[in-house]
């Protein structure tokens, strides 16, 4: 018997890098599951690659999240095609790649990658809540993705760092109330994952980043998932409000091994 057999999950961002590893999991847990990128032509370009793996039992349909009216749109689709919805992982984000530094970046692009990262995570959370998971007896269960870079701030990143502490506060506000609901928000936070901006790095940046890590290797995107998975489970049912690192331990150390005094 699969963990997530007979179960409805919907993963926003689940058409490329880790989002890719997310919604493969679920699939091959057993559940049904909708995908979106932001664009047609990404999330089109996400469905060929989950069937290149050998997936089905997923259905794919662009949602940009920072826009109300696709948010709805995506959730007519899931109630059309399975009048329900048990699973919600908050997975999409705006980098903030490339905004320069605080002196110089752009407020306007500031506010995108809040108005996708925060408000939009809250709006698909909301809408679920809403239309699915308080309609039903065994209610649902919600899982963000933050980062470590919500505690420990990376260069260059203001907006995203801001977006990752936002949504750790929010995981423990929604939990709080919506709790005496009976549906858990729980957050994964995780450090380097390998995606396919990796592909182009420089090896001596790559082999320094893992130097940063104690564990010496950066996520899988699997092994995100795997921590995804158990807090959509019901292994995690004493859970809610939760922060749960995945970080190849970098959060525990106060310097890399080679600058270490
Ligand atoms: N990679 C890391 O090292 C790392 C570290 C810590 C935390 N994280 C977090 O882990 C999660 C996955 O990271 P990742 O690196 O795999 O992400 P990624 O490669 O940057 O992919 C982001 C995903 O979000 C989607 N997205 C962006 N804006 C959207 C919008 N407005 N509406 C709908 N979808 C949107 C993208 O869709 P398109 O394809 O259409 O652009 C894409 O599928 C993110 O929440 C990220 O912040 C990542």
Redesign the pocket.
Known sequence: MHRFEGKVVLV????????LDLTEKFVREGAKVFM????EE??A??AAALKARGLDGFTAQ??????ASQVAALMDTIEREARRLDILV??????GIGHGGPLEMDPELFWDVL???VV?GFRVTQLACNRFFMKQESRGVVVF?????AMRAIRHRTA?CTS?GAINSMVRALALDLAPLGIRVNCC?????Y???WETLDPAKAARRRLNCPLRH??K?SD?ANVVAFLASDDSANMTGEIVTC?AGCSCQHMPEDVDV
């Open positions: 926003t961002g689940g058409n490329r890098n880790t989002g979106c990128g932001s664009s990404s999330t370009r996400g662009a949602c940009d999240i920072s826009d908050n997975n999409a984000a705006n980098q108005k996708t990262n939009g993705l933050s980062s470590n870079t995203y990752k936070a995780p450090g380097y994952i995606t396919e901006r950066e996520a995107g995100i970080d």
